[in-house]
């Protein structure tokens, strides 16, 4: 079983070791054995200690089963770990930055692409935003991070010629919200490669469309002015989510300081509260995080608050495994979520209750809070509001949207 055969490999000696002496004493189906593989690898990554070396097999059990008591006892010790709010107390992973050689130009053509939501509407509430690639790869080494499997590790690829490129996109009468950070960070590079000026000019031909520029980067971009549908946001995370798994982003001080920046040079500011993690203390680290926003930003100057969690398909999950870094992220309930796993929605409606719960009132009447790729029932219990199907969602939020952008061009003295 190649899958098998990977797992194995990426293995630390010692480990392998122990497992062809397991795999040797014991009788276990192929399945079974992809399953030991697959923990084993799990436990290397969070820096837990082999369950080859926890494991005391009963005495004197000589019935043929002790295949099965082994994995009995495995199962229940990981549902232990995953069910559990992860320790990240004792954690301080080595970090493996992914290494960028170069930054360079590429010729493809832009392609507006939909939201990565799944296609059926039901299993998630989706705003239909179009994306736009501009920039593919992150330097960033975030361990949860979905991007660096669609791209070359070693190469940050920035389309060239952009502005001619931008200019020359159809949009029709739908397209009213385009977000630029799915396929890297929208300002990690500023303008070394004409991007922002490409997009500052695409923002102006069509005033009637929100282009977002979404980030978890420091870097001031603000020595020159933006149209005011071009719309600034921030990924944010607790302070020990950000030092232990979004490696080399910038802390959360510097992201808030650099929205600072964005609302005073006059634009629009939205965070996203994403991926949120189930870990020990997240309930005060989160609520830090909603105390920080509140102490810095009023309601008019946000347009949007997203809220989430992580989210893995199968075959990101296999790299995660593959790759070996050292992290806990998937130290998780791995529960079935519209085609990925996720966290159980008993779990996501406490994290996103509490976070939406602890901003102020001000804050909950003047900005549009959203559930991003979530299950629609957490709508209700946790926003206080729920929409019957997507075009009602998206119809709500680009009200809101244009509302927002009217309050910004009359501080801006244009209207």
Excluded at 229 to 238: D, E, G, H, M
Excluded at 269 to 296: C, K, L, N, Q
Excluded at 321 to 350: C, H, N, W
Aim: aromatic share 10%; glycine share 4%.
């Amino acid at each position: 079983m190649k899958a098998a055969d990977d797992i194995y490999r990426s293995l630390p000696e010692g480990t392998r070791n122990a497992l062809s002496c397991l795999f040797s004493a014991y009788h276990f189906t192929e399945s079974q054995k992809l399953e030991i593989l697959k923990e084993e690898a799990d436990l290397r990554q969070w820096k837990e200690e082999s369950f080859t070396s926890i494991y005391k097999a009963p005495e004197n059990r000589n019935d043929g089963r002790n295949g099965d008591r082994y994995i009995m006892a495995m199962r229940a010790y990981m549902n232990h770990l995953r069910s559990s709010e992860t320790d990240y107390s004792d954690f301080t992973p080595n970090i493996h930055p992914r290494p960028k050689s170069r930054v360079m130009d590429t010729d493809k053509e832009l392609v507006l692409s939909r939201c990565p939501c799944p296609v059926d509407g039901e299993k998630t509430r989706c705003c239909k935003l179009r994306t736009l690639d501009v920039i593919e790869q992150c330097a960033f080494s975030c361990s949860y991070c979905s991007v660096q499997a669609f791209y070359s590790e070693n190469e940050i690829h920035a389309v060239s010629d952009i502005k001619n490129k931008l200019l020359a996109l159809d949009l029709d009468d739908s397209v009213w919200h385009i977000g630029t950070g799915q396929a890297s960070d929208s300002i990690l590079l500023g303008d070394d490669h004409g991007t922002l000026t490409g997009l500052i000019a695409f923002a102006e031909k069509h005033p009637d469309v929100i282009i977002e520029l979404k980030s978890k980067s420091a870097r001031n971009v603000f020595d020159r002015k933006y149209p005011e549908n071009i719309f600034f946001s921030w990924s944010l995370n607790a302070e020990t989510i950000i030092r232990k798994e979004e490696h080399l982003t910038a802390s959360l001080d510097g992201r808030i300081e650099n929205a600072m920046r964005a609302r005073d040079n006059g634009n629009l500011v939205g965070f996203h509260i994403h991926p949120m993690v189930y870990f020990r203390g997240w309930e005060d680290e989160y609520e830090a995080v909603t105390r920080r926003i509140s102490s810095e930003f009023k309601a008019e100057d946000l347009f949007a608050i997203s809220i989430g969690t992580l989210t893995f398909t199968k075959s990101v999950l296999k790299r995660l495994r593959m790759q070996g870094e050292e992290s806990r992220i998937l130290e998780m309930e791995l529960t079935p979520a519209a085609g990925k796993f996720s966290y159980p929605l008993d779990v996501k409606r406490r994290m996103f209750s509490h976070v939406y719960s602890s901003f102020p009132q001000d804050i909950q009447d003047g900005v549009f809070f959203y559930l991003c790729m979530e299950d629609p029932s957490l709508w209700l219990p946790v926003l206080g509001r729920e929409y019957g199907c997507d075009k009602d969602f998206e119809e709500d939020m680009k009200r809101n949207y244009l509302m927002k952008r009217d309050m910004l061009k009359v501080r801006n003295g244009i209207l």
